[in-house]
């Protein structure tokens, strides 16, 4: 930009001296004061970082993963880089996922599917990620413009669509099945995909097309109080879909719409929003790089800090009838599957009594055997170097000591129902 | 910025044709095609929304604070406009702290003060917040170029400094004294200091000038692997300091900095740092604008997405003397803080009993006995229009339901303490 400006004065300079008439000389000092006046405006245009080849772990200040990669080091994930495979698909980019898609962008994911077809409104303002310069683009335009500059590395797609039409929906399941980023992965053309709209409607649309893909997705919402929030993960026959168990609340016999009132909005915070798109994200990260516990159901009442969890198994008499083969499909697999984990699990059994303790092991990281099905045990981040002490009791202590924990792990969906229905009524 | 381009290219065109000499029409076809490709550059720039007076609820796209007004109609903040007349000072602008800046400055805060020493690298792009084109600024100058476009009505000041050199400690201490933005305040200039620094040296400088100054203030941390987090409310006096209790993980013996070595970095994550951020400014909103239960301590633990909650009373003990002196006033206030307490409850019972329910009650609002000193109660957001039932049991059944939940309310530190010993030597 400065190398621009400099060799349009230059150009204007040289025209100056070779012009005889001095009227010619006060039109060119007009034109010298509009050329600064636009150099000072340009002088505020981004600048973008370049694309980079490999995910180093290097420490230097010029490496924009080295601290993604230090999670290696740290013994929370076994291969980082392998997040550059993975596609996830986002489902409404406002306050929730608008901030899941920076997060998912700023860890270096390979590809992500962005929905919406709204604007951007001085009203979005005060959730986290537009700005005010972006009114008016579609939301699609302004993520995409706004993550292409924080990290080039990552392919964006984005589509300016409504899913609950008939022709965005059929948009919808083609690009999920659209296999050109990774054309040997099995099942759909993502790994992943986050829901993040704002109403019922649409969250059936994903369901619908989730159970008919057989993919497993992540759900999200946020109450009109601005307060509470939640994420739940669907895998389908496998967990409740959408249509098998009600959402936090819902529109009885009522046209959703007709709730919503001329000078009436929702509320919003930017806290409640950026929390809940954290947690999707983190357990995004979870499952896609195979650390920690994904959780099946995690609420956020934001007003006492308090976080519900809970377990749902899919509904035999679901309403939805792609559910309803998914569950069947599940039944007739679990011989498979069952062997297949005995056999991963002898598997790791053998290659722990074989590999040695590192030499130089300054972190102090061990092997440990990774029996539980659903990820890697994580006392290993537990162990901490030489000088340091654990100051409080880890979650496994807590949960030892106490037994009841508010965890509803309600097996039986019948059972929640019922409890439900008591609180309900009471 | 179009209609200045268009100008200059006006200009330009004038001047091509008053000048005889074709050879000056080369030179002038030239600029012609600099002035354009400046112009490109300079489309890029922000554009920047103007002032408001007032926060308006008006439900209209153009307007900026319309979803955080609906709180107020919501039933969860009284009088949300408030938020202007407060000050909120932010040591460390990092991981957390830009985020936690962004969130308070996108609800619209009256005034934020930034301290930070540190510069933006690349190797910082992994959280939310910073973007590559502001790398080499200053993060408080980087802060308030974002900030600022963001929302112009929040007051900034920033302060290019480090806490734990003398001159920094004295400089930060006079800032949080100067009361310019609110003349009348009582004890400092600043309603709450947030801690977002990375070390023990500069958290224990914050607790320092906190002391002094019997200034609330609250803590936030992230642990080396990037999968566990904390907040935590400091009331000088009132709860234990940070000198009181030993921190998450603590350098026993050990200096600090001989723990990071050359080559080595701490790992992070945008969700765990977004999590911190947002539950950090949400219980920043529900202190200042008193509504719902601010958390003395809260922990984040994304592994297991378990959060530890406590409770701890100040050390008699306690090394700082600062500390030990607001012990001392807090004991001898305790009768006047009963008598307030008491004629405040009084008041309160005798202005609900006045007070009619509004003919026009579109939302089910109620007015509620604010009986609690810690916040109105939260029964009135649970109350939902017609036609929605809620599907899952609120905070308050559960607790009901689960007298042995997992909070550890240590009101003995000593016991606190016996109970850490027992973990650490297991």
Known sequence: MEVELKQLNADLQFLSQSLP??????LLDKIQLRVEELGKLAAAAP????????MSAEVVDSNPYSRLMA???MGIVENYERIRDFSVAIVGIGGVGSVAAEMLTRCGIGRLLLYDYDKVELAN???LFFRPDQVGLTKTDAAVQTLSDINPDVVLESYTLNITTVTGFETFMSSL???SFCPNKEGSGVDLVLSCVDNYEA???VNQACNELSQTWMESGVSEDAVSGHIQLLIPGETACFACAPPLVVASGVDERTLKREGVCAASLPTTMGVVAGLLVQNTLKLLLGFGQV???LGYNSLKDFFPTMQMKPNPQCSNVACLKRQEEYMLAKPARDAAAKAKMEAEVLSTEEVPLH???EWNISVVDDVELDGPDTRSSDVLPEGLTHELPSADEFHEATPDAPVADNDDLEDLRRQLEAINSA
Chains 1, 2 share one sequence.
């Open 21 to 26: 008439d001095p009227s010619h000389h006060a």
């Open 359 to 361: 030499d130089d092991n």
């Open 203 to 205: 969250r059936m649309a």
């Open 125 to 127: 303002m005060n959730r």
């Open 177 to 179: 099945k659209k296999k």
């Open 71 to 73: 999670l290696q080091r």
């Open 295 to 297: 959780s099946p159901y």
């Open 47 to 54: 600048v973008r970082r370049s694309k980079v080849e490999d």
